[in-house]
């Protein structure tokens, strides 16, 4: 029972253009919804997150939208840069606050110069 | 400024031996959490420790696997009896107290990749 999911593997972008990267969740009783980003051989690292009662969140060049009555939330990189390149993890975290996150699968990113 | 120190960064097992992962959180982080990577896959929760208490361990193997985090020293992921599908990173965090549980804002570490031969 996949509650996060990512349904692209991977995403190709131009160096300044737009990366968006998607993530559907089937739980209504998420309260925040977070993006981690990971290198090869290193762990996540926290990127951004948006909290159930917000639709929108930026920070820099990445914002977080949510649509709660689609039960979508997506990743927009502006402009996109070499070193953007990694693997995004869409995360959602339940009330329980024991820290426990439903991670989906994982997005690749490539963004060529 | 030390990160979340996870050791041993590689392991490799013969089947049926013991595997220990270690885990020193960030300073002033009182919250340890460790997840498993399996190949091609996200990260799945395992278990959520603080000093000397498992808080939830919803996402531990019934079997074999346990973990602790004693009042002095690193937390540890002890895996008994490895089986060949053990193999896997598995990724510890740290977050103060409060911010994870409340935002799910954690700090991991680099990992430690398990491989079962």
């Known amino acids: 029972d996949q509650q996060v999911k990512q349904n692209s593997p991977s995403l190709s972008v131009q160096e300044g253009r737009i990366s968006i990267l998607n993530c559907d969740y089937t739980?209504?009783?998420?309260?925040?919804f977070l993006w981690y980003k990971k290198y090869p051989a290193e762990g996540p690292t926290f990127l951004i997150s948006?909290?159930?009662?917000?639709d929108k969140n930026e920070d820099g060049r990445f914002t977080v939208f949510l649509n709660k009555s689609a039960k979508h939330l997506s990743l927009h990189i502006v402009p996109s840069q070499p070193g953007d390149s990694a693997v995004y993890f869409c995360a959602a975290k339940g009330s329980s606050n024991t820290g426990k996150l439903i991670f989906g699968q994982g997005t690749t990113l490539q963004v060529k110069p | 400024n030390a990160g979340v120190m996870q050791n041993p960064r590689h392991l490799v097992r013969r089947r049926g031996q013991e595997a220990r992962l270690r885990c020193s959180p960030m300073?002033?982080?009182?919250?340890v959490y460790w997840y498993r990577q399996l190949p091609e896959e996200g990260l799945k929760f395992m278990v959520y420790l603080q000093k000397e208490n498992i808080i939830d361990e919803s996402g531990m193997p019934k079997e074999r696997f346990s973990a602790e985090f004693p009042k002095e020293g690193p937390s540890i992921l002890r895996i008994q009896q490895v089986v060949r599908g053990d193999s896997a990173a598995y990724f510890c965090a740290s977050s103060p107290p409060g911010t994870g549980g409340n935002t799910g804002e954690l700090f991991f570490g680099e990992g430690s990749r398990l491989t079962v031969l």
């Open positions: 948006i909290s159930s009662i917000k």
């Open positions: 300073k002033g982080h009182s919250h």
């Open positions: 739980n209504s009783m998420f309260d925040y």
